[in-house]
């Protein structure tokens, strides 16, 4: 299982940081990411992680803002979000595979539930 946490309403330029706790499995076997809708939109890939070896992977939209990192011993992964801008609106998901998988929506077979991110002054 995968459970996201921590958004929530920001003013742009402003910081947030999620969390994606993983139960019933070693995250550190896997990768996990973090995904965002926005209304209208499809699914996006926005920062994923194998926590065995540290590789990362960021959206453009993203690299210079946002921070991905993992704790395995909490099986937790999370997405710091900085420099927050209107067009980061959305429900982030965390999701998790198999190590190595690159941060495409179809890669990944194990959702979490979403958590609504919302930048506005």
Same mark, same amino acid.
């Given at each position: 299982? *995968?459970?996201?946490?921590? %958004?929530? *309403?920001?003013?742009p330029g402003g910081s947030l940081r999620?969390?994606?706790a993983a139960s019933g499995f070693k995250s550190d076997d896997y990768a996990i990411g973090w995904f965002r809708q926005a209304p209208g939109k499809e699914r996006e890939g926005v920062s994923c992680m194998t926590l065995s070896t540290g590789v990362t992977e960021y959206a453009d939209s993203v690299k210079g803002r946002f921070t991905i990192s993992? /704790?395995? &011993?909490?099986?937790?992964?999370? *997405?710091?979000?900085?420099s *927050?801008? =209107?067009? /980061? @609106? &959305?429900?982030?998901?965390? &999701? &998790? /595979?198999? =190590?190595?998988?690159?941060?495409l929506v179809g890669e990944y %077979?194990?959702?979490?539930?979403? @958590?609504?991110? @919302?930048?506005?002054?």
């Amino acid at each position: 299982q *995968l459970q996201a946490s921590g %958004g929530g *309403l920001v003013q742009p330029g402003g910081s947030l940081r999620l969390s994606c706790a993983a139960s019933g499995f070693k995250s550190d076997d896997y990768a996990i990411g973090w995904f965002r809708q926005a209304p209208g939109k499809e699914r996006e890939g926005v920062s994923c992680m194998t926590l065995s070896t540290g590789v990362t992977e960021y959206a453009d939209s993203v690299k210079g803002r946002f921070t991905i990192s993992g /704790d395995s &011993a909490k099986n937790r992964v999370y *997405l710091q979000m900085s420099s *927050l801008k =209107p067009e /980061d @609106t &959305a429900v982030y998901y965390c &999701a &998790a /595979d198999g =190590p190595g998988s690159s941060c495409l929506v179809g890669e990944y %077979g194990h959702w979490g539930q979403g @958590t609504q991110v @919302t930048v506005s002054s």
